[in-house]
């Protein structure tokens, strides 16, 4: 049996990981979350037997020790990380303070045998891209901000390990995933249910700022089969769509979607943090999926459908 940690578990994209593991039952899934960002709501229920959640906080050496050495895990996904555009501006010392973490579980993952660790990286570490699409072989380190400057940091720590210990990884660099169940601190999420309450839907600037997204069954496909199959062994793989659209565009479409009556109401641009254009090199992606991603109109259909919002 495969002994898996996350941590992070009770995050939107952590928990739709684990759910997807424990449907094999040769794996056996221990999630750590100290619940800030998190939510016990989001946990998979008792169908599956082959999982636990243990509230905790990674930061914390002696909390995370405890875990690891009395379960000698065989993979560790480290997705623990504080998130949210508004949440990582407003406490940048607590952003911080999550290299800490990642310190914590790269030192014990090599001193209790896990095999390999997987790190949710972010698209924030190309800051103001330099060229498109953004391939993973050029990070630019232009950005300044505390998020962008862990994740920086947290794939060199990584990398580090690997030449110096041996310690194998693969590195995520997430572009926007969405669906259900995901919090209202995420575009998607809250232009849904902005819509579906009628309220105003506020976008920053004059959305002209692209993005791509990607449906957490498509992250999941590529993810996890990266992980059953031993593909990009220490490597980097850019997860998400490259398919630009502008946040108007995005904003638009949600109210045709929900059939809203709600208005698009313009704040000031972010003075920083609200990068002009995202598009990923997905060649690895595709790949993984051997697809193409699911359009968006299609993604936010499914969420509606779902329910969860």
Known sequence: MKKILITGGAGFIASCLAERLIKNPEHYVVMVDNLLTGSALKLPDNTYKNWRFIKGDVNNY???????????????FHYAAVVGVQRTLANPV???DDITGIRNVLELSKNTGVQRTYFSSSSEVYGEPVEFPQNEQTTPLNSRLPYAIVKNVGESYFKSYQQEFGLDYT???FFNTYGPKQSSDFVISKFIRAALAHDDITIYGDGSQTRTFC??????DATVRAFMENLYVNDVVNIGSDVE????EVAKLVIELTKSRSKLVHLPALKEGDMTRRQPDIAKMKQLL???PMPLREGIERILKSGLF
């Open 62 to 76: 002696e909390t995370l020790s405890s875990i690891m050495l009395s379960h000698a895990f065989d993979y560790v």
């Open 171 to 173: 590195i995520y660099r």
């Open 245 to 248: 659209i502008p946040i108007l």
């Open 290 to 292: 051997s697809r193409d």
């Open 215 to 220: 449906f957490i069954d498509d992250h999941l």
């Open 94 to 96: 607590m952003v911080l």
